[in-house]
């Protein structure tokens, strides 16, 4: 019982402390000259992960945004087999690869990632709706 305690103690410790900062994080920047943020961002992989952890937690915020509105797609939605629309799908593909382009970013992350996203929304999207007529 004690080692249990001990070892969920240790669990809510690590989860509340910060990530340990490397040597390698530290180090000065080797080659290149800054590009992000207007060429003022970065003097360490430290800040490079500080802002790639803040850009992921807004990025889940509308995710989670996001996924309201599937939710709201699925009362729709007669049964599981009209969830799957690739028509939709193939509109919103065309539509991220131009934004990302636009925006500097390659279009095959920017596809790739959606492609995961909406695949994973989807099959939330069926589970509610087959939820709904039981």
Known sequence: M????LLALAAVSA???PAPVSAADQMPVPHGTPQAAGG????SLAEVRQNIDRI???ILK???ERGTYVREAGRFKANAA????DARVARIIAKVRAEA???GLSPDVAEATYRAMIAAFTEEEKKQVETRGK
């Open 2 to 5: 004690a080692c249990l305690l």
């Open 15 to 17: 989860a509340t402390m």
């Open 40 to 43: 003022t961002c970065c003097d």
């Open 56 to 58: 992921d937690s807004a």
């Open 62 to 64: 509308l995710m989670a």
């Open 82 to 85: 009209s969830v799957q629309d």
């Open 101 to 103: 382009e636009a925006d």
